[in-house]
Nanobody, 113 residues
């Protein structure tokens, strides 16, 4: 079973940037990888996706502000988040599309002045 570990979250002011990382204990090369987020009292929601060949897609709420990327050699997926807004505050997690691996603990992102 692949284990996932997210990092890079923190407290940032509106308009600021963060870069999240998601490191897998096994190979991600053959998988489409997703980032999700869950705000307090809300369901987990899709944020971004990157396919095996690097095609990307985003939720409308983050399009133009977030960029997903991957490094298969490091078994790591990244989420560059720019122009952050208070509504981006959530716990961010990654996983593969389809049959999920066990979710990691996620990384907390708080956007506040």
């Amino acid at each position: 079973q692949v284990q996932l570990g997210e990092s890079g979250g923190g407290l940032v002011q509106p308009g600021g940037s963060l870069r999240l990382s998601c490191a897998a204990s096994g190979s991600i090369a053959s998988n489409t990888m997703d980032w999700y987020r869950q705000a307090p009292g809300k369901q987990r929601e899709f944020v971004a996706r990157i396919t095996r060949i690097g095609s990307t897609s985003y939720a409308d709420s983050v399009k133009g502000r977030f960029t997903i990327s991957r490094d298969n050699a490091k078994n790591t997926v990244y989420l560059q988040m720019d122009n952050l807004k208070p509504e981006d505050t959530a716990i961010y997690s990654c996983n593969r599309m389809g049959v999920r691996w066990k979710w990691g603990q996620g990384t907390q992102v708080t956007v506040s002045s």
